[in-house]
C-alpha cells in the first residue's frame, strides 16, 4: 500500500469491505479501557476477512500485506494517528530547520537509530536501505510502485547509519518514500525477488517477529524482545483470516477474536449488540465522488455541473444511506490533510437554484419534468461498481434528487475489474461514481493535469478520468510538486480546491471513516485514518484479560 499516492487497487479492496462514514462525535463511542489495568503478555488474535498474498510489502498494495507487514517491518519514518510523521528507523525527520533537507530539496539524509538490528541479529546498516532502492529499480522486481523513487539518482552511505539520498529532481512527497526496508544481506543474492521465500517467511526489524503461515487460517507473530523500542506488551498476534463476515461476528460474540477491522455495514448495528465489544469510528482520507465526463456535450457547460451539485443533498445521503457516519466532502483534500482549505463549504442543496442555473444554460424542462436543449433531454447513466451495496443504494438516492430537480439519471454497475480496468481507463461513462484514497501529500496532479487524462495518446496513463482540462490547474499541480516551503505549497493546494468547488469537474460527495470492532479488553488500540494503518502502534498494545 503506498503512501504518497491515491491507490485505486486499496480503494478496490476497501469498497467491497469497508463501511463508508466519518468524522465520529465524542461521546458516540465505550471509553477505552485504562491501560493501568493492562497485564503484560498474552496473545492478541487480530480478524481480517482479506489474506496477504505476499509478505513482502513492496510487491503487492494489499490491505492484508500491509498491516502484516507492519509489524515485521520499519520505514526511515512512519505516520502516527494524527498524519504526523515521526522517526523510525531514522534516528529523526529530515527537514530544512534540522538540515535534513538541502535548500533545493535535492538531497536528503537520515542518520539511522544506532543498535537496530533485524530479527537474526544482524545489525541493520546504510547498505540496507540502499539495496532497498536498488531493488524497487529493479525492472524484473514486480514491485507496486517505482513513483519518486524513479527521481532518486543516487543513495550514498558514507558510514554505516548515514543515508544520503540524491535526487535528479525535486520529489516533495519525498517522505512517503522508504517505507518498507528490506534486509541485503538475505536478498542481495536471490535471483528472483518475486518467488523468493523470504516472501512467505520474512525477517524484519519490527517489533512482532514472523513465526508461522497458516495458509487460509492464520499469520502467527510473535512479540520481538529485541524491539529497538522496547518489547512489545504483547507476547504475540495471530492474524486471523475469516472471510465470512457471518463468522467473523460469530467468533467476535464468542470472544475468539479481539480486533476486527473494517466492518462492513451490513454487520454494523450486530457489532453494536455484541457484548464487551466497542465500534470504534476513526475518520480516514477515502473520499467518495460522482465524476463528469466532461468530453460528454451534456457536461461541458460548468452551470450544468453546478446545478447537479446543487441539486444534491450531501447530508440526506449521509443521514439515511450511510446512517450519519460520514462527514460532507468539499474537495480532494480531507479535513485530516495540511492542505485542506478550511475556508471551503459544501453546498447545501437548493433545487430552486439547481434549475435557475440549468436555464440560464439554455435548457427548458419539458412535460415530463425532465430539462432538455436542442432537443437533448439531461439524461445519464450513472456507472459504479456493482457488489458494493452502500455504493448502490447512494446512488440510488442521488437519482431520486436528481429527479426532483429535473436531472434523470440511470444507475449501471460494472464489476470492479472492469470498472477500474475499463470504464474509467477507456473513459467509457457519461458519469462514474467512486472513490479515491487520499495520500499523505496532497499532490494529486495525476487526477487533475490534463496531461494524465487517459487515452491512445499517453498509453492510457493518468486518472484524471473526467477530462479536466484548466491551465491554471495544470500550473499549480507543477508548482506544488516543486515548491520546497510547505506554506507557498499549501497555498497551491487551497486554489485547487476552490477550483474544483468553482468548476465542478467532480463532485465531492462525502469522506468516510473505517469502522472496526475491539474487544474491551484491549487497551492502547489508536485507529489511524491515514494510510499508516491501525496497526501502527501496536508494540503499545496491550490485554487487560490474558486467554
Not at 61 to 70: C, K, P, W
Not at 94 to 109: E, H
Not at 248 to 262: P, R
Not at 289 to 317: C, E, P, S, T, Y
Request: hydrophobic share 45%; with cysteine; net charge neutral.
Amino acid at each position: 500500500m503506498r503512501y504518497g499516492r491515491v491507490a485505486i487497487i486499496f480503494v478496490a479492496i476497501i469498497a467491497l469491505l469497508a463501511v463508508g462514514c466519518g468524522r465520529e462525535k465524542a461521546g458516540q463511542e465505550a471509553p477505552s479501557p485504562s491501560p493501568a489495568k493492562l497485564q503484560p503478555g498474552g496473545q492478541l488474535i487480530y480478524g481480517s476477512m482479506v489474506e496477504p498474498n505476499t509478505l513482502n510489502p513492496l510487491l503487492s498494495d494489499l490491505l492484508a500485506t500491509a498491516e502484516v507487514g507492519s509489524l515485521i517491518f520499519n520505514g526511515l519514518v512512519k505516520v502516527n494517528d494524527k498524519g504526523e510523521w515521526l522517526a523510525d528507523l531514522a534516528s529523526d525527520v529530515p527537514t530544512l530547520q534540522n538540515g535534513g533537507v538541502s535548500p533545493d530539496g535535492l538531497t536528503v539524509t537520515y542518520r539511522l537509530r544506532p543498535g537496530v538490528a533485524w530479527h537474526d541479529g544482524t545489525p541493520l546498516t546504510s547498505a540496507d536501505v540502499r539495496f532497498t532502492w536498488e531493488l524497487i529499480m529493479n525492472r524484473k522486481a514486480n514491485v507496486v510502485s517505482r513513483e519518486g523513487y524513479d527521481r532518486i539518482s543516487a543513495v550514498d552511505t558514507p558510514d554505516a547509519l548515514t543515508v544520503v539520498v540524491r535526487f535528479r529532481q525535486y520529489y516533495a512527497p519525498f517522505l512517503t518514500l522508504f517505507t518498507t526496508i528490506l534486509p541485503r544481506h538475505l536478498l542481495a543474492n536471490v535471483e528472483d525477488i518475486n518467488k523468493a521465500a523470504f516472501n512467505r517467511a520474512p525477517v524484519g526489524t519490527g517489533p512482532f517477529r514472523f513465526k508461522e503461515w497458516r495458509l487460509a487460517e492464520a499469520i502467527v507473530l510473535e512479540a520481538n524482545p529485541a524491539y529497538f523500542r522496547g518489547r512489545p506488551n504483547l507476547d504475540g498476534i495471530l492474524y486471523r483470516v475469516i472471510p465470512d463476515g457471518n463468522i467473523m461476528l460469530t467468533q467476535l460474540k464468542a470472544g475468539e477474536v479481539d480486533i476486527v477491522s473494517n466492518v462492513g455495514m451490513a454487520y454494523l448495528d450486530q457489532v453494536k449488540a455484541v457484548s464487551g465489544v466497542r465500534a470504534v469510528m476513526t475518520p480516514n482520507m477515502i473520499w467518495e465522488h460522482l465524476d463528469f465526463n466532461l468530453d460528454n456535450a451534456l457536461f461541458q457547460d460548468a452551470k450544468v455541473r453546478q446545478a447537479i451539485a446543487l441539486a444534491l443533498d450531501r447530508q440526506g445521503i449521509i443521514a439515511g444511506v450511510v446512517k450519519g457516519a460520514a462527514s460532507p466532502a468539499v474537495g480532494d483534500q480531507s479535513p485530516l490533510s495540511w492542505a485542506y482549505n478550511p475556508a471551503l463549504r459544501a453546498p447545501a442543496r437548493d433545487v430552486a437554484a439547481a434549475k435557475e442555473l440549468l436555464a440560464q444554460a439554455g435548457f427548458k424542462q419539458g412535460p415530463d419534468g425532465v430539462f432538455a436543449k436542442a432537443g437533448r433531454r439531461l439524461s445519464f447513466n450513472l456507472v459504479t461498481t456493482a457488489g458494493n451495496k452502500t455504493r448502490e443504494a447512494v446512488a440510488n438516492a442521488i437519482v431520486q434528487q436528481l429527479k426532483e430537480a429535473g436531472v434523470e439519471a440511470t444507475v449501471r454497475l460494472a464489476d470492479v475489474p472492469v470498472f477500474f480496468g475499463d470504464v474509467l481507463r477507456a473513459r467509457r461513462f457519461e458519469a462514474a461514481m467512486f472513490a479515491w484514497v487520499a495520500g499523505l501529500d496532497p499532490d494529486n496532479a495525476s487526477l487533475w493535469h490534463s496531461r494524465n487524462i487517459p487515452g491512445a495518446g499517453n498509453n492510457y496513463q493518468g486518472q484524471n478520468y473526467a477530462g479536466w482540462r484548466n491551465p491554471e490547474v495544470d500550473s499549480l499541480a507543477e508548482q506544488g510538486a516543486r515548491l520546497v516551503d510547505v506554506g507557498a505549497r499549501r497555498q497551491a493546494y487551497f486554489r485547487i480546491q476552490e477550483l474544483i468547488v468553482q468548476e465542478a469537474p467532480v463532485i465531492p460527495l462525502y469522506f468516510r471513516s473505517n469502522v472496526d470492532a475491539v474487544r474491551d479488553t484491549v487497551v492502547n488500540y489508536k485507529p489511524n485514518p491515514t494510510q499508516g494503518g491501525n496497526l501502527w502502534n501496536a508494540v503499545e498494545w496491550g490485554l487487560t484479560k490474558k486467554r
